[in-house]
């Protein structure tokens, strides 16, 4: 089933803004806790480090590591970025998988923290299609005349559900490897000014299609991390097929970006960056293999690792920080979800 906008043009992104915990987490820590050797984490996933919400001592999250406090954290930035004040802010999308409870909901306590009272607020639980999917609803509310300004936040702190130790399945500590934490956001909104990026289209292809999923994480929430007392044996951890997910991940993440382009009547030379979700190593080797120019897809999980529904968005605003995006350049924004084989793109005109 495919839901989409066919013009979002007068739909604008005025600011972006990230934030990460401050604990940095190195391949010889991740050798030292889970018997992986340092050199072939970097070979597999071309990660050097990422960073950790967890404690040092224990698995629950640090002082001012919680999702919802680097959600905030990103959004609060993105609205300096746009040069607006919270206060300015009508709508609310807060998206993760690992909320800090299950009650009260996410968005309640982003807004929380954010300071933001009396507006609309909704918490959408998704991984790597998150920021597509938080972004759609946010744009039909915007076009619908129910808001003016839509902060999108997507935020996910996974390393609390780690665990460690001889009897832990290979693929969890693969994943140990794999997997950081961290946070993203942009404000939209609807405006005829000329100002902040145009969001051009959005395409999300939901899989309702039998098929197992790639990753199965059933976990318990970040901020209870999982104890022997409150969990009997290691079933919560779930699963992660590597190379399942590596083969047909990488296949369908390509084909967002394809289908984007042919929507909009463009080819890979009209296109500035390929941003995609930061999902493994290899990815320019991944992108050449289907058919994109590796060398205007920009990496940065060498540094943070795959940090899920907020990965795009730290990307975006590590580019824009560092100055390389230019007024007119085309973006290419796009995904692949391996938990349900979704997909989606986004075309967003700088």
Not at 134 to 140: H, K, N, P
Not at 208 to 221: A, K, Q, V
């Amino acid at each position: 089933m495919m839901a989409g906008v066919k013009d979002a043009a007068n739909v604008r992104i005025l600011g972006v803004g990230s934030a990460l915990p401050t604990r940095i987490v190195g391949n010889e820590e991740i050798e030292r806790l889970t018997g992986i050797a340092a050199a072939h984490v970097a070979e597999l996933f071309d990660v050097r480090e990422r960073r950790w919400a967890r404690r040092h001592d224990c698995a629950a999250p640090a002082d001012g590591q919680m999702c919802s406090d680097l959600a905030a954290q990103a959004g609060r930035r993105a609205v300096d970025d746009a040069g607006l004040a919270i206060q300015d802010i009508d709508l609310l999308v807060a998206v993760t998988t690992t909320p800090d409870f299950v009650n009260p909901t996410f968005d309640h306590a982003v807004a929380a923290k954010l300071g933001l009272r009396g507006v609309p607020a909704f918490s959408v639980h998704a991984p790597c299609t998150g920021l597509f999917r938080g972004s759609l609803l946010a744009e039909s509310l915007l076009r619908s005349g129910r808001a003016t300004t839509a902060l999108v936040v997507a935020a996910d702190t996974i390393s609390p559900f780690f665990r460690f130790g001889e009897e832990v399945p290979r693929d969890h500590k693969m994943s140990t490897a794999l997997y950081a934490d961290g946070a993203g956001a942009w404000v939209m909104r609807r405006t005829e000014a000329p100002a902040g990026a145009e969001m051009l289209a959005i395409r999300l292809v939901t899989n309702s299609s039998e098929d197992t999923p790639g990753i199965l994480f059933r976990g318990l929430m970040s901020a209870t991390p999982p104890s022997p007392e409150s969990a009997a044996g290691l079933e919560y951890l779930g699963h992660h097929d590597f190379r399942r997910v590596l083969r047909r991940g990488g296949e369908l993440a390509a084909h967002a970006a394809r289908v984007m382009m042919e929507e909009m009547g463009v080819t890979q030379s009209d296109v500035r960056f390929f941003l995609t979700h930061q999902a493994t190593g290899n990815l320019h080797r991944i992108a050449a293999a289907h058919g994109l120019p590796a060398e205007r897809v920009p990496i940065n999980i060498a540094t943070v690792g795959n940090t899920i529904s907020a990965s795009i968005l730290i990307l975006l605003d590590e580019l824009k920080r560092a100055g390389r995006l230019s007024p007119g350049d085309l973006l290419i924004l796009h995904t692949a979800e391996s938990s349900s084989w979704s997909y989606a793109a986004m075309a967003v005109r700088w």
